[in-house]
T-cell receptor, first 109, second 117 residues
Framework: EDQVTQSPEALRLQEGESSSLNCSYT??????LFWYRQDPGKGPEFLFT???AGEEKEKERLKATLTKKESFLHITAPKPEDSATYLC??????????FGTGTRLKVLA | GAVVSQHPSRVICKSGTSVKIECRSL??????MFWYRQFPKQSLMLMAT?????????EQGVEKDKFLINHASLTLSTLTVTSAHPEDSSFYIC?????????????FGPGTRLTVL
């Protein structure tokens, strides 16, 4: 069964304290892995798409990486404005999009 | 990135009335749009997949007669919550599938907060 698991559920960091969020997946044929950022009361904002193992993408303080089993979202020197829920989703070989439950990140000043 | 709008952003209605929510892809054509529901502090729950020119595909447990979906054009999908009740109160989010330039990504609207009194 296709499955996406994100960890940790919640993460508190001090400003400047780098860390990584994990997205583990089990799917029948990966067509794409997506990272989104969601602020309270808003729709998810697209961050990255990764298509194959070994691929990496960067945007400001964020860097996403992909292996055959998981993806990491690395946050370097985070700022309070990076506080949000980060969602991971996969597009499987059965053409389904499966979302993880998200990681709630809080960056303290 | 691509832009997806939703209207209204917030709606309050009385029990028994119907509410229509619009989802538009502003700068690209989307043959496929998705409708999600999200409860507080929970992830997105896919309700249905909307395909332009054909009937929507509903997820298990979602009442198609309750949640009417119409995808009449390549830039517009609508979700109508019929005879709304307080338990239908939720955050509804749409997304549009962008397949331009060989990519395949969902872009989300800002969401609609529905409160049924």
């Amino acid at each position: 069964e296709d499955q996406v698991t994100q960890s940790p559920e919640a993460l508190r960091l001090q400003e400047g304290e780098s860390s990584s969020l994990n997205c583990s997946y089990t799917v029948s044929g990966l067509r794409g892995l997506f990272w989104y950022r969601q602020d309270p009361g808003k729709g998810p904002e697209f961050l990255f798409t990764l298509y194959s193992a070994g691929e990496e993408k960067e945007k400001e303080r964020l860097k996403a990486t992909l292996t055959k089993k998981e993806s990491f979202l690395h946050i370097t020197a985070p700022k309070p404005e990076d506080s949000a829920t980060y969602l991971c989703a996969v597009h499987s070989g059965t053409y389904k999009y499966i979302f993880g439950t998200g990681t709630r990140l809080k960056v303290l000043a | 990135g691509a832009v997806v709008s939703q209207h209204p952003s917030r709606v309050i209605c009385k029990s028994g009335t119907s509410v229509k929510i619009e989802c538009r892809s502003l700068d690209f054509q989307a043959t496929t749009m998705f409708w999600y529901r999200q409860f507080p502090k929970q992830s997105l729950m896919l309700m249905a997949t909307s395909n332009e020119g054909s009937k929507a595909t509903y997820e298990q447990g979602v009442e198609k007669d309750k949640f009417l979906i119409n995808h009449a054009s390549l830039t517009l999908s609508t979700l109508t919550v019929t005879s709304a009740h307080p338990e239908d109160s939720s955050f509804y989010i749409c997304s549009a599938r962008d397949r331009r330039e060989g990519l395949d990504t969902q872009y989300f609207g800002p969401g609609t907060r529905l409160t049924v009194l």
